[in-house]
């Protein structure tokens, strides 16, 4: 969970009143929010994933007002137009491609309102903008700023500027060679030809996103404007930060206005402020929490979570601020229905239809596998599902297709793996300073990519086992193959095979009624090289899933 500190004297302010602090803490954990510890006036608060709108105290105290009935229903915000626009240069598409925009006018900085500033734009940084690559923002001091405002690029010896901090002006490529920053967060920009800037109609750069802001345009304490850019390559979290940012923002009493956006074949106008509806339906919500709640008391206590609500023949319509991206489904607004009613009234009750769970075959299966195993002289060992198609496929000389990861953090863990044997060779390459022979072995999921699937992937339990050293041959560790098999009750049948992970003419296969569920053979050496192993390696791996009888 993400981690904030807090000041208690300016979260009461917020709140326009003193709140005690047990009462306080008692109140935060309802809509899961911990305090961690309470160091002099300092909160540390842990914060649910799922609500980036409470990494601040602006949206703590947000929240807070309608849950002490400080002040409850959905917040309103006027939204007035900046006459500041953003032209977007063509050339972003290839690199950071979308970007929004928004300014902040009758700002008053306090310390409390900078810390907690600069901490909500880290947070937000580190979950909406997933390490800011999906998006990352900018705030700058809009009076030291000549728009028009251009959102362009330039080559990476390009246009040179004074980066926040230092007092010389570098180009691109040197700032990621030089400034901490460019050495933090340069790796996102790793391959490309051109780095994306944002330049006044003066020539002055604000900020090469998503690295570094300018020197020029640093906000002071003196500071009554800012300009506030989110850049990125995920639209959606570009326009979830900016909304969230101004949001805590406007609790300050600071006013929002909008900023036109000009792309190449269109205009929009941010930060989109505009609430959502949901319909919640009274008899569901009510059979799902076990009350018996009236139409109107459930609309109450829906606008101490700050919704809107409306009622009108057993069903709620439910008007969502902005900044609650959480909110997806008619059980998203059951869920916070209950933390308004109070979890700690909720009476427990036990199912009406009482049923008697057992283990599923796969498990049994999957203990079995490990006895058999074990008791054999193998060590059991449990690798990351995640890999890469290098490890997976490149490796083992071996061709195929993978689940991919959407948004993946690094280059290491790109897809799901489809085996598990390329993990097992990864454990024996850690631990070849280890003394030889070595047996493991693993049973865990794979993901193989099926286009019948509802998700387009299908889980299956696989178990595999290698050997290496001296004694590592075919022979030997089919026999072992075949042991766990009869182990298991199961007959299969196996017939020469070639794999281009396994030598020729040293490799077999396993198959039950004619279907394939697993191999076994001495792996080839370049396999054997590409670990970086220096001894010959057996093994084998077989689909739990294709050999025990599903329920």
Partial sequence: MPTISVSYRDLCKLLGRPVDLERLRERLLMFGVEVDGVVGDELKL??????????????????????????????????????????????????RPHIAAGVVEGVRLTDESVAALMQVQDKLHETIGRRRRRASIGIYDLDKIRHPIRYTTTLPEGLRFTPLDLDRELTPAQILREHPKGLEYGALMRGWSRYPLLIDSAGVVLSMPPVINSEATRVTKGTKRFFIDVTGDDERAVNQALVVLMADLAERGFGLRSVMVRYPTKSVRTPRLRATRQRLRVAVANEFLGLGLKPGRMAALMKRMRLGASVAAGTLTITIPPYRSDVMHEIDLIEDLAIAYGYDKLSPALPSVVTTGEKHPIERAGEKARAVLTGLGFSEVMTYTLTNEHINF??????????????????????????????????????????????????????????????????????????????????????????LLRELGVACESKAVEHPSFIEGRAAEFSVKGKRVGVVGELHPEVILGFELEHPVAAFELGLSHVVSQP
């Fill in 394 to 483: 490149g490796l083992m000389r071996a061709s195929g297709e993978a689940a991919e990861i959407a948004n993946p953090i690094s280059e290491e863990y790109t897809i799901v793996r489809t085996w598990l044997l390329p993990s097992l060779l990864s454990t024996l390459r850690t631990n070849k300073h280890n003394p030889l022979p070595q047996q493991i072995f693993e049973v865990g999921d794979v993901v193989w990519p099926d286009a019948a699937a509802e998700t387009g992937a299908i889980n299956v339990r696989n178990v595999a086992a290698a050997v290496i050293g001296a004694e590592a041959n075919f022979t030997r560790v089919r026999a072992i193959a075949e042991a």
């Fill in 46 to 95: 842990a914060v649910a994933h799922n609500r980036p709108d409470l990494l601040s105290p602006e949206g703590l105290a947000r929240e807070l007002k309608g849950f002490l009935g400080i002040e409850v229903g959905l917040p309103k915000y006027r939204l007035g137009r900046s006459g500041v626009t953003v032209e977007v240069d063509d050339s972003t598409r290839v690199v």
